[in-house]
């Protein structure tokens, strides 16, 4: 069975700090991976996606980055954090193109 | 571009009774349409997703019924539990495409 892991569970950080957020998933080859983002009360808002080890589609900017250094991570990073990037972060994967996609567990950041 | 409407933000409702949340969408092709529901502090779990064909998607007793004319996919059950009460969100894929649009989200609130 598949599993999807995040780290770290939660991270309190100052502003102008820089940040890295992690995703594995293992039981899956090769799968669609995606970023989310949901600030306290708000929607859900796709922020990169990546279909294949080093590439990176992002669809919205936020002064954040993501890359894939492996086939099963997924690793969301800035290098100066600001008041609006706390919320709750999500990846997430999904096989198909355009298919059903499942969540890990999430990354609550709240920055200060 | 596609979006989704989520009229209602909030739904109280006394167990037992039916469950009705509303979801339309715009869409420039034929999409995929999804339920997800997300307790506090977790993550959006896949709840229903959309056929292709008029088969009615079921599970723990939620059913949608995705209506082309209308451009609709409301959730429904027929009576409302205690353990229902969560945040539903209703979402977008265009087949083609790696983006999931997602709704503002509706609260239901399950009372005795």
């Known amino acids: 069975a598949q599993t999807i892991h995040q780290w770290p569970v939660a991270e309190i950080k100052a502003v102008g700090s820089p940040l890295s957020l992690g995703c594995t998933i293992k039981?899956?080859?090769?799968?669609?991976l995606y970023w989310y983002w949901q600030a306290t009360g708000g929607t859900l808002q796709q922020l990169f996606y990546?279909?294949?080890?080093?590439?990176v589609e992002s669809v919205v900017q936020l002064n954040l980055s993501a890359s894939r250094p492996k086939d099963d991570q997924f690793i969301l990073s800035t290098e100066k954090l600001l008041l609006s990037h706390s919320g709750f972060y999500l990846c997430?994967?999904?096989?198909?193109?355009?298919?059903?996609?499942?969540f890990g567990p999430g990354t609550r950041l709240t920055v200060l | 571009g596609d979006s989704v409407t989520q009229t209602e933000g909030l739904v109280t409702l006394t167990e037992g009774l039916p469950v009705m949340l509303n979801c339309t969408y715009q869409?420039?092709?034929?999409?995929?349409l999804f339920w997800y529901v997300q307790h506090l502090n977790e993550a959006p779990k896949l709840l229903l997703k959309?056929?292709?064909?008029?088969k009615r998607p079921e599970h723990q007793g939620f059913h949608a019924t995705l209506h082309k004319s209308s451009s609709s996919f409301h959730l429904q059950k027929s009576s409302a539990q205690l353990s229902d009460s969560a945040l539903y969100y209703c979402?977008?894929?265009?087949?083609?495409?790696?983006?999931?649009?997602f709704g503002q989200g509706t609260v239901l609130s399950v009372i005795p």
């Open positions: 039981g899956k080859s090769s799968p669609n």
């Open positions: 869409s420039t092709y034929s999409p995929f």
């Open positions: 997430a994967w999904s096989l198909d193109w355009g298919g059903e996609q499942y």
């Open positions: 959309s056929f292709t064909d008029n």
């Open positions: 990546s279909i294949t080890v080093g590439q």
């Open positions: 979402a977008l894929s265009e087949g083609g495409n790696n983006k999931l649009t």
